[in-house]
């Protein structure tokens, strides 16, 4: 079981990924009134989506379980493990809660759509916890799980300063202010250590029934 949710989690991170690069960036070469993109500005554009990013993360996190390469090794230590669990977590709460109820997809969007929002983070909870060896976190260790989503809000806002483009509207410093952008993502922040926090207190929970002891 641990391979089979692995590989199907490679699957839905791939096909939903796949997807949406297919929606979003040949169509950008194309784009009307001068607005084209080069492949290379369409590929960072692709990529300065969270979920994007998220999503490619869990996939990591499963090659380099079953496949073992050293290269991919921080994405075998249990606190890489856990902090993708939150972030996904966020991705698709966030997405659930405030992006659905104000969007419409249909065909491919939305297979994509489901892949990287439900099915994907669902199967990485669920391999998580009853797949990854635990009691290895600390709540010491949330801070540093925090560390990538503040990496990634630094460069979206580096690069919308520079060429006046945000991936989300809770990141456009040009249309609220850097002011209101740093409240919402302080909001989204404390969201996604409360995540972690209770993944580290899953973490010892589920020792309790037997899962092993992982390495640092």
């Not at 600390?138 to 540093?144: E, G, H, N, Q, Y």
């Not at 410093?173 to 250590?193: D, E, F, Q, S």
Request: with cysteine; glycine share 10%; net charge positive.
């Amino acid at each position: 079981m641990r391979i089979l949710i692995a590989a199907l989690g490679i699957l839905a991170g791939v096909a939903g990924l796949g997807i949406d690069f297919w929606i979003i960036v040949p169509p950008s070469f194309v784009a009307p009134e001068g607005g084209a993109r080069s492949f290379p500005d369409a590929l960072v554009y692709f990529w300065t989506f969270f979920t994007h990013l998220a999503n490619l993360g869990l996939v990591l996190v499963y090659v380099s379980e079953l496949a073992g390469w050293s290269w991919l090794g921080w994405f075998r230590k249990p606190t890489t493990r856990a902090l993708m669990g939150g972030y996904i977590l966020l991705v698709m709460l966030y997405y659930h809660f405030m992006l659905a109820p104000h969007l419409v997809f249909e065909g491919p969007l939305l297979v994509a759509t489901i892949l990287l929002h439900y099915v994907a983070p669902l199967l990485y909870l669920g391999w998580w916890a009853a797949h990854v060896p635990h009691v290895a976190l600390r709540l010491a260790d949330v801070p540093a799980m925090l560390a990538p989503g503040l990496i990634y809000v630094g460069w979206a806002l580096l690069r919308g300063a520079l060429v006046h483009e945000y991936p989300y509207d809770i990141l456009d410093a040009a249309k609220y202010g850097y002011g209101r952008v740093a409240a919402g993502v302080g909001i989204l922040m404390l969201a996604v250590a409360l995540f972690c926090t209770l993944l580290v207190l899953a973490d010892k929970g589920l020792a309790r029934f037997g899962v092993t002891r992982a390495r640092r």
